[in-house]
C-alpha cells in the first residue's frame, strides 16, 4: 500500500497545531489565575541557551508551513516573527492551521521522490519528498511544540499528555 503524502503531513500537522493553542491557552488561563505577568511565560526557556515558548511557536509554524508548501511545490506566506502574547501566538497558530487547511491530496500526494532543497545556515539540503517529511518535517514540528509544552509545564501550567496528543478520536 502506498503511502498519501497528504495523510502523513496535513492532517497530522493540522492536529498537532491544534493541540499547541490548547496548550497556550492553558498557559495564558495560568498567567491570568496566578497573576503572572504572561511576558514572563513567552520569554520562559528551558535553559540558557535554547529558545524562549515564543520562539518554539513561530518555529513549529514556520516549519509545518513551509514544508507543506514546499511539498506542494509552492511559496509559503511569510509570518513576521513579532508575536508577544498568548492571544497572538495562539492566533498564529490557528493561521497556520488555516493555511494548511488550504492544501489538498492533489497538490501533496505524489511528492514521496520530488527532491526539495532547503536552505539550512547557508547550506542547501536536497531531500526526497518523504525521508523531507518524515525525518525533518515532522520530527521538527513535534520538537518544538514539545519544547513549548515543556516551557510551560515546568512553569507550572498544569498540562498532561493528552494536551499534547489530543484527545484519541472514536
Known amino acids: ?3 498519501s503524502m497528504y495523510k502523513a503531513s496535513v ?4 492536529r498537532c497545531l491544534n493541540n499547541l493553542s490548547g496548550i497556550l491557552e492553558k498557559g495564558a488561563a495560568h498567567a491570568e489565575n496566578k497573576g503572572i505577568d504572561p511576558s514572563v511565560l513567552i520569554h520562559s526557556r528551558l535553559f540558557p541557551d535554547m529558545l524562549p515558548l515564543a520562539k518554539q511557536v513561530q518555529i513549529a509554524s514556520d516549519v509545518a508551513r513551509k ?3 514546499r511539498l506542494a511545490g509552492i511559496e509559503a506566506p511569510s509570518i513576521e516573527d ?3 502574547s498568548f492571544p497572538e501566538l495562539i492566533t498564529r497558530s490557528s493561521t497556520t492551521v488555516d493555511y494548511l487547511n488550504t492544501f ?3 497538490q501533496i500526494d505524489g511528492t514521496e521522490d520530488k527532491i526539495i532543497s532547503l536552505p539550512i ?3 542547501i539540503y536536497k531531500f526526497p519528498g518523504l525521508p523531507y517529511l518524515l525525518t525533518f518535517v515532522k ?3 513535534y520538537f518544538h511544540v514539545t519544547t513549548a509544552y515543556n516551557i510551560l509545564r515546568h512553569s507550572g501550567v498544569e498540562l498532561g499528555k493528552f494536551d499534547y496528543l489530543g484527545k484519541p478520536e472514536h
Open 67 to 69: 514544508g507543506a508548501a
Open 104 to 106: 489538498t491530496p492533489d
Open 121 to 123: 545556515r547557508g547550506e
Open 1 to 3: 500500500m502506498a503511502i
Open 82 to 84: 513579532n508575536e508577544a
Open 139 to 141: 520530527p521538527n514540528v
Open 11 to 14: 492532517p497530522p500537522l493540522i
